[in-house]
């Protein structure tokens, strides 16, 4: 009976680990799956969409508005005599008005006035001078031409004490001998050859916010359009505003080549036309 008991054990022990061994894969791997440590996903990183600064590739600023603005005109000194040239141009100034000209003391100009007066001392005194004013030579420029031009003569004056007042004495003569001259041709100038806009431009064709490298570009390569246009004297660039996407540009230019003023030749140039 014992023999049979322990025959009947060793039996169902090989069984049993029979059984064991033939598991179906699937709950195997199931076990497996089971007893695994969780392994953490890292997000998923989205790339941010392109910034869109235009809807076109030739996306460019074209001309808003144009408005015309005065001259801006200062006076320059030359030669020996600086002292009496900026003395002459302090009066000088207060006297000129011009309707379409700003005489300012200075600063970003567009034409200058230049002054060159030039004396001789005749005789000396102990501190008593006489001296002769030779000549005051007179023109208006724009660096590159020359518009208008006189040489002021004045009579001889009596010795003065001290030499600068010997000088200054002659003041009076060449504010009264200059000024009409200035005042008739700045109104000449300013009326029929030589004419200044402050032009606005605004970029087109772009839908959000531009970008201030991509503003930046379109300034210079409106600045570049305005060196190679014959007729135009000089220009700034006034202002610009990333956010808004404009820019001004003051621009002076000669009547004759825009009779009707240049935001019409400007946009034109802009547009590749």
Known sequence: MKKFNMFTAAVFAVLASGCAS????????RKM???????PVPPVKVAPAPIRTATQANATFSVA???????????????????????????????????????????????VINITPEFELLDKTREYYRVNCKQI????????????AMTCEVENLPRK????????????????????????ELERISNEQVAVSEVNLTLA????????????????????????????LNFTNVRQDVNKATCTFRIVYLKEQFPQGIANVLNAKLSGK
């Open 33 to 39: 799956v089971v007893s695994a440590p969780a392994v």
């Open 205 to 232: 064709n772009f839908q959000t916010k531009p970008e201030a490298r991509y503003v930046s570009e379109q300034v210079n390569r409106v600045a570049e359009i305005l060196s190679a246009m014959s007729g135009v």
């Open 65 to 111: 508005s144009e408005v015309n603005t005065k001259l801006r005109i200062v006076f320059t000194a030359h030669g020996d005599e600086r002292v009496f040239a900026a003395k002459l141009a302090r009066r000088l100034a207060g006297k000129v008005v011009v309707s379409k000209a700003d005489i300012i003391n200075s600063g970003v100009c567009d034409m």
């Open 161 to 184: 004490l001290g030499l600068q007042n010997a000088k200054d004495q002659y003041l009076p003569q060449a504010v009264n001998a200059i000024a009409p001259f200035l005042g008739k």
């Open 22 to 29: 033939d598991l179906p894969p699937q709950a195997e791997e």
């Open 137 to 148: 030579d007179v023109s208006i420029s724009t660096g590159k031409k020359v518009y208008a």
